[in-house]
């Protein structure tokens, strides 16, 4: 949601880094931190292994054996707000270490709770309706679906589900109503969902067209989908263009997404466009986390002062490039498609 994360609508990969990952576009916070710390968080043997489905729990699960976890503080203790990470990046899992910026906004998007509560109210799924979170992300989305709709069901899927989604689920007493499944949102099948969620996740994939084209082939005709995408606020300056590492015309304005939203049959029902203070919100909740992180957490010096590089590119390329020009979008969507003659 993203991951990541998330949302996490802007790329921390910039042209002259060689490592930069820029088939993940968002969200930013999953490709920033995949970035920082890929070599550090590579697979090793004696990690823990990672099974398809998350197992539910309803506490903090244990670290794997020789893997403690980090000192908590008074403020926010680990797994609190989100998954617990171990104190070493070399050992921890990758959807651990990029977590640490969603500490304080789980939503994984500029979006506020009121606002995701909203969107989701606008939603009418039927008793016994199935829902799919598509690159769900920290899972925030598709549990409001299940706590707001009590009759329906749900699966998150994401490439790198963090523990938290499931941890939070048994804590609102899901458990029996909601999968976590980690694979690769683009090609898992499971039939045909009365809702459908994508928010922030076109990364997975390929691009806006190709995100709707999934979205309809997860959708039962007549179904419903909430669907968070970028967009640019106005014509894109220079300094935007380079800090997102994208062409112009890959992103929208709003107007260019309701058309998309059209010519893949859907019509929206109800739209939120996400506001400056949204944004900032998100943003400097990102950067916030990853600093408290590093200040109060951080095992070693190395490890310190990766986080606060990470924290530092991230705002830098917010505040001097993308804010008040890249913008984000939630539409709830209604298959409106004739089907097949």
């Known amino acids: 949601m993203l991951a990541h994360a998330f949302l996490s609508v802007m790329t921390a990969a910039q042209a002259a880094t060689p490592t930069s990952d820029v088939d993940d576009l968002i969200p930013l916070t999953r490709n920033e931190i995949r970035r920082l710390f890929t070599a550090a968080t590579a697979p090793r043997p004696d990690r823990c292994p990672r099974p398809e489905m998350v197992p539910v729990a309803s506490s903090a699960p244990s670290p794997c054996p020789g893997q403690p976890l980090p000192t908590a503080n008074s403020r926010h203790q680990s ?3 989100n998954n617990g990470w171990t104190t070493s990046f070399t050992s921890v899992d ?18 506020a709770p009121d606002r995701l509560r909203e969107l989701v109210g606008w939603l009418s799924p039927a008793v016994g309706a199935r829902a799919v979170d598509l690159g769900c992300g920290e899972g925030e989305w598709l549990q409001q679906v299940l706590l707001d709709h009590p009759a329906t069901t749900g699966v998150g899927i994401d490439h790198m589900l ?3 989604a499931a941890r939070r689920t048994g804590e609102r007493g899901l458990t029996d109503r909601v999968r976590w499944i980690e694979t690769d949102a683009a090609t898992w099948n499971d039939g045909l969902f009365d809702v459908v969620l994508c928010v922030g996740a076109r990364h997975a994939f390929g691009g806006l067209e190709d995100m709707l084209v999934a979205v309809r082939q997860h959708l039962r005709p007549g179904g419903q989908a909430l669907i968070g995408e970028m967009i640019w606020e106005g014509t894109p300056s220079a300094a935007a263009l380079a800090a997102l590492g994208l062409p112009s015309d890959s992103v929208p304005d709003l107007a260019g997404l309701v058309r998309a939203f059209h010519r893949h049959g859907f019509e929206p029902s109800f739209g939120h466009v996400s506001t400056l203070t949204e944004w900032d919100d998100y943003e ?4 916030g986390s990853l ?9 070693t010096v190395e490890h310190r002062n990766q986080a606060l590089t990470a924290a530092r590119e991230h705002r830098d390329t917010w505040l001097g490039g993308l804010r008040r020009e890249l913008g984000f979008a939630t539409f709830v969507l209604h298959d409106v498609s004739p089907g097949p003659v």
């Open 79 to 81: 797994r609190i707000t």
């Open 284 to 287: 400097f909740s990102w950067t």
């Open 94 to 111: 990758r959807s651990e270490i990029f977590d640490i910026a969603h500490l304080r906004h789980p939503i994984a998007a500029p979006v």
């Open 162 to 164: 963090p523990a938290s």
């Open 291 to 299: 600093v408290d992180w590093a200040v109060r957490s951080a095992p």
